[in-house]
């Protein structure tokens, strides 16, 4: 599992990006020292990636590991590069770059590059780039170690400090997170996965080593940045084009070059924490009424079908797959944006939801959730991601293009009634003795079509489960007053410790009302 203090300690909360193009006599100015031009395209990157997947995987050496081991997590958090040298700091670009020291947990190397007119420039790292302790290890680190990520600042001249506030971070691995509309970090996505939850075999982590920031036109909105990505098993080419409006856009444009077999391969995987929410709660486990980053995984088919996966905290790990072709589009979504569900300082109502959009067709394959048990926070324990039907081989060459937003909704909404919430509790009536082996279900919707609804007419519920049987079903609307806001209960019996697939949605007659709710329950013995 991630570890996603490391990451927020180090990520600022809040947003910002575009960048314009530099010169020369700027670049002297900001007081970092660069390498000798060498020439850089994206095209010579991709090529380089393959050369790589050709040889063998060589790892990353860590410059000073006896010093790097110093920096512990205290005294990581005391190091903080120096906003006067901010790569475009004065400009021309609107979006300042800052970077991230090295330290214990972040012990690879990733050496930066500036590009212009086609050719690309290393930022050499000097320790003086930061401000931190007259005692602190950070101070022994040798110059040109390289750093362990970046962040792009918000923008000069908006209403925010950008000296205080950023909005994208690369950090660790291949990780990276971005803030939506509500200005706060949440989730991470990463550039790859490799044999996530595969039995008896370890997950790799690639690492992105070079960072390349190309220098748009001046007044540009847009920020464009090549990586290159190495790992056991995997060597590629991405290309982010990042575009902050209300919320994050990046346009990425990836080729990965494949080592060896991977049984698992995942692409475009986004990793969240959900420990847990309205639905599950043990008794005094915290103070807080739910804490989570992202409730649930949407889904929007091939086929058109709209579908809400609430999220879990299982008892073991558990790897879900939802088969698909060439679908539309895939996100954790944070979908409870009530601050009284969650009455924490660090706002969980406002995390990001981060949708996925295929470009160009992703054929067929998989959408797989991995839910991993937690019994804490600060650990990142959900993992989304697409999973291609073909199996991944050695000296394989694939193209991936997608679309991530940043949002606080879903991009595309759907026209259907939304899951608004999912709870359970013990099965029965009121009144009697309540059965073991039966747990009630109360799933609540919400949208127009069911504003639209003929007096005195109920929507049916469509109800099917992977095995058990259901019994006391009762639809009606929640007396809240809320136009279009009903609720369907009904009890499911199983026997058995096996999880079970229960599924859900509305209709009337011949017409769909809602998306559909997909669940996965994991009964006690």
Known sequence: ??????????????????????????????GLRYGAPAPFSFVELKARAQAMAKTAYVPPQAPSPEVLNRIDYDAHGKIRFKTDL??????????PVTFFHMGRYFQKPVHMFVVEKGQAKEILYE????????????????????????????????????RKN????????????????????????????VNVA????????????????????????????????????????YRFTM???????????????????????????????????????????????????SDGLAMWTGSGERIWRPLNNPPRIITSAFSDDNPKGFGLLQRDRNFDHYLDGVYYDRRPS??????????????????????????????????????????????????????????????????????????????????????????????QPLTKLPAGVIP?????????EFSNILTEAVPDDVPGHWRTQFDLTVTGTEPVEVRCYLRNADEVLSETWLYQYHPTA
């Open 1 to 30: 599992m991630f570890d996603r203090r490391q990451f927020l300690q180090f990520a600022t909360a809040t947003a910002g990006l575009a960048a314009t193009g530099f010169s020369s006599e700027a670049m002297a100015q900001q």
């Open 86 to 95: 901010a790569l475009w700091a004065n400009g021309p670009s609107e979006f």
């Open 127 to 162: 320790a003086a780039y930061f401000d931190m302790p007259a005692d602190s290890p950070g101070r022994e680190l040798p110059d040109n170690s390289g750093f362990a990520g970046f962040r792009f600042q918000e923008p000069r001249s908006g209403k925010l400090d950008w």
């Open 166 to 193: 950023d909005w994208v971070a690369f950090l660790g691995a291949s990780y990276f997170r971005a803030i939506g509309q509500l200005y706060q970090y949440g989730l991470s996505a990463r550039g790859l996965a």
């Open 198 to 237: 595969v039995f008896n075999k370890p997950e790799e982590f690639p690492d992105f080593r070079e960072v390349y920031f190309e220098t748009p036109a001046a007044g540009s909105d847009t920020v464009v940045l090549c990586a290159l990505l190495d790992g056991p098993s995997v060597a590629g080419a």
């Open 243 to 293: 575009r902050r409006t209300d919320a994050v856009l990046m346009d990425i444009e990836s080729t990965v070059y494949l080592r060896g077999d991977i049984e698992r391969l995942g692409i475009a995987p986004l990793t969240s924490m959900y420990w847990y929410s309205e639905k599950s709660k043990s008794t005094a486990i915290d103070w807080r009424p739910e804490i989570h980053d």
């Open 354 to 447: 981060l949708w996925i959009e295929p470009k160009a067709g992703w054929a067929r394959g998989t959408i797989q959730l991995v839910e991993i048990p937690t019994d804490d926070e600060i650990h990142d324990n959900i993992v989304a991601m697409w999973v291609p039907a073909e199996p991944a081989r050695a000296g394989q060459a694939l193209d991936f293009n997608y679309r991530l937003h940043w949002v606080a909704e879903e991009p595309y909404p759907t026209p259907l009634a939304r899951v608004v919430a999912t709870r359970f509790g013990n099965g029965g009536q009121a009144g009697t003795a309540r059965p073991k082996g039966v747990r009630k279900f109360m799933v609540e919707f919400l949208g």
């Open 460 to 468: 049916r519920p469509v109800l099917t489960a992977s095995r058990g």
